[in-house]
T-cell receptor, first 112, second 112 residues
């Protein structure tokens, strides 16, 4: 079974620029999550999708972050404009049963 | 917000020794999971224990759960250098769409 694919693997941008991350979950997994992991901390949930609907986006900074999951498969997470404190690894995960998650390798974002 | 808190933050042991990590959480849960993360990589699921279970084994891993104390422990027996990684506990709060909330992790170093 193919894993969760994420791209790009690394991204360096200047503050106030915009950036987008892409995630392709495991086929058939209805639930998709985006997590932010700042260095030295555990992952923090940003948004949870069930098919193409949002279940929880309470911790998503909506003034600069947006996410969508068109057609209930792939998802993109966008930051516009980026701030220095957005430097982190952005992890995508998918789940078939709301219990076992499969994580992608993440996108490491550096904002300078 | 992060639900779990791991203890210790960092642990250094020699190969062959056992490693014990603890996790405390705050709210009622459906299940508790442990994940492993190698530096710069995604998270790998290790073991899941349900709220009605007290102990679970998987290979060299032993997990206990005490719901009255809202705590869990992960024991790695006969550790190897390859066990060097960060270990996170994650809980799914019943009122959060079952999305996983992660602690800050324990950084384990196993020296040959």
């Amino acid at each position: 079974e193919a894993g969760v694919a994420q791209s790009p693997r690394y991204k360096i941008i200047e503050k106030r620029q915009s950036v987008a991350f892409w995630c392709n979950p495991i086929s058939g997994h209805a639930t998709l999550y985006w997590y932010q992991q700042i260095l030295g901390q555990g992952p923090k949930l940003l948004i949870q999708f069930q098919n193409n609907g949002v279940v929880d986006d309470s911790q998503l900074p909506k003034d600069r972050f947006s996410a969508e999951r068109l057609k209930g498969v792939d998802s993109t997470l966008k930051i516009q404009p980026a701030k220095l404190e957005d430097s982190a690894v952005y992890l995508c995960a998918s789940s078939l049963d709301l219990e076992l998650y499969t994580f992608g390798s993440g996108t490491r974002l550096t904002v300078v | 917000s992060q639900q779990g808190e791991e203890d210790p933050q960092a642990l250094s042991i020699q190969e062959g020794e056992n490693a014990t990590m603890n996790c405390s959480y705050k709210t009622s849960i459906n299940n508790l999971q442990w994940y492993r993360q190698n530096s710069g990589r995604g998270l790998v699921h290790l073991i899941l224990i349900r709220s009605n279970e007290r102990e679970k084994h998987s290979g060299r891993l032993r997990v206990t759960l005490d719901t009255s104390k809202k705590s869990s422990s992960l024991l790695i027996t006969a550790s190897r250098a390859a066990d060097t990684a960060s270990y996170f506990c994650a809980t799914d709060a019943l009122n959060s769409g079952y999305a996983l909330n992660f602690g800050k992790g324990t950084s384990l170093l196993v020296t040959p």
